[in-house]
């Protein structure tokens, strides 16, 4: 909790302490004059040493003690699991510490769309503010003195299959690329990756250590966040309740929405606030027809291509799960970078057949999913229907990176590891309509929702926020998270998270007024 008795006014209050939340909550709290709320349905540890190993060691994902238990459907009739961490530190106390920036063009196309102050050249300040790269401090496209750290394996320190991968990435004719956050990078090489050893660098971890002191700045976890209050068009607080059930409302001068790409537009719907029949279909009375809130769903699909070894040695599930990446374009070259591969040091489950995965991974998605509700109670999560592969641009592309990533299993370092292919099955065929099926049966997330609060001008109907988060109407209202992106980047979303956290929180710690504060 905060360092100073709780109170039921803020000037600023946010709600959802991941990657953007708590981005904000400690650029706002740099103003002692502003008294600011970081409210979290999960748990919060303070101390490292009090924190779950789950949360510390980044070797592997945490998919289920800190977990929302989401249920998705990726394409028609198949359902999974959706991982999102419940915990202070959102999704970026549990994921896998990918550190990608995305495509300057992804931020270019955002700011053509009626975005002023998201073009490449506006965010990357934000981006060299929040990193603390300790690979290529010097380069004057990166930070070097920001709260997030992050490094590249040597191969020194490669996991055998990784180090395999790249060797078979340069025999397939790949260029090396030491650094995939380079704007003009193209290739195979190191993952960036904001860790330390196994030390996860999540969000709370770089920012809220230090924020935490503040005596303006409260914590508030265990804390679920039911619905937003609003006035004669006006955000004025949330209702909230706690872990043993006690309902409160706490008041606020500003509310900042920053749940993330699936419960910010829950929070948004059952709050009143989106598209009117929905809303009035859930028995919420109506503050604002928004018929974007949930819509433009933007996602990764990716396939799995699973390979049993030869040598069960290789396989240690204690091992950094992921290490490499070859990032490339696809044939039609309309999109640079558009494509990914990925080497996964292990699947399946210990005491299994000894196997690891590659995977084929769209980064640029033209096809939109959605999000659906079915009640206003705030313990019932949002349907995900993704629609993966459902346009034939994304099914296209995707079966071009399988087929791409069926090569390293036959190349070099990396195919004299492979026992067999068990997924796909090579037998029901590797033609181009063979594998298009294939995606569009089986195709699964990246984990990198985006889209489903969109901002954009007032005139485009399915905007609900503008440039700076605001929400088009309903004032003191912000959303500033995954939500509010376009399109998603032609990377993982982490990075470009806490870029979002410190754009919106510099602009309100430094232009208050634009926030009517």
Not at 88 to 101: D, E, F, H, K, P
Not at 125 to 134: A, I, N, V
Not at 321 to 327: A, D, E, G, P, S
Not at 331 to 357: H, T, V, W, Y
């Amino acid at each position: 909790m905060g360092y100073r008795q709780q109170v039921d006014n803020y000037d600023v209050l946010i709600i959802g302490a991941g990657s953007s939340g708590c981005a904000i909550a400690a650029r706002v709290s740099e103003d002692p004059n502003l008294h600011v709320a970081l409210v979290e349905a999960g748990p919060d540890y303070e101390r490292l040493q009090d924190t779950p190993d789950d949360l510390v060691n980044s070797h592997n994902n945490s998919y289920s003690d800190h977990d929302w238990g989401f249920v998705y459907e990726p394409t028609n009739g198949r359902k999974d699991r959706f991982p999102r961490g419940r915990v202070v530190g959102g999704s970026s106390a549990v994921n896998t510490t990918i550190a990608l920036r995305g495509m300057p063009e992804d931020y270019d196309e955002w700011a053509a769309q009626g975005n002023p102050g998201w073009t490449w050249q506006d965010v990357l300040p934000g981006f060299k503010r929040l990193e603390r790269d300790l690979d290529f401090p010097d380069a004057s496209y990166h930070g070097d003195s920001g709260p997030i750290t992050i490094r590249r394996y040597p191969p020194a320190e490669m996991v055998k299959q990784q180090q395999a991968f790249l060797d078979s990435a340069e025999e397939l004719g790949y260029p090396y690329c030491a650094d995939a956050n380079d704007p003009d990078g193209y290739g195979a090489g190191p993952h960036p990756m904001n860790k330390l050893g196994r030390l996860r660098i999540s969000a709370a971890v770089g920012y809220l250590a230090s924020a935490r002191i503040r005596p303006n700045l409260d914590v508030l976890a265990d804390t679920l966040t039911r619905r937003l209050i609003t006035e004669n068009g006006r955000c004025c607080g949330v209702e909230v309740e706690d872990s043993a059930g006690e309902v409160r409302v706490i008041k606020a001068n500003l509310v900042v929405l920053s749940a993330g790409a699936l419960m910010s537009p829950a929070i948004l719907v059952r709050s009143g606030i989106g598209a009117k029949s929905l809303v009035e279909s859930l028995g919420v009375e109506l503050v604002a027809d928004m018929p974007g809130v949930g819509e433009n769903l933007s996602d990764h699909p990716a396939l799995g291509v699973i390979c049993e070894v030869n040598d069960a040695s290789l396989i240690d599930f204690d091992q950094p799960i992921i290490q490499t990446i070859l990032r490339y374009t696809a044939q039609d070259g309309k999109k640079r970078n558009d494509l990914q591969i990925e080497q996964i040091s292990f699947a399946g489950r210990p005491g299994g057949a000894p196997m690891f995965m590659l995977a084929p991974v769209l980064e640029y998605q033209y096809g939109r999913g959605r999000l659906t509700f079915s009640s206003a109670d705030p313990k019932q999560a949002p349907g995900i229907e993704n629609r993966f592969c459902e346009d034939p641009r994304d099914a296209s592309r995707l079966a071009e990176c399988v087929r791409d990533t069926l090569a390293f299993t036959q190349t070099g370092a990396l195919a004299e590891m492979v026992k067999s292919v068990t997924f796909p099955d090579l037998n029901r065929g590797v033609a181009q309509e063979d594998l298009e099926n294939l995606c569009r049966k089986f195709s699964g997330s990246g984990y990198h929702p985006c889209g489903t609060a969109k901002m954009g001008p007032a005139k485009d109907a399915m905007a609900v926020v503008d440039h700076k988060g605001r929400c088009h109407k309903v004032t003191q209202l912000v959303v500033a998270d995954a939500s509010i992106m376009p399109s998603v980047p032609r990377a993982n979303t982490n990075l470009t998270c806490f870029m979002i956290g410190e754009q919106i929180g510099e602009w309100i710690r430094t232009n208050k007024s634009d926030y009517g504060l």
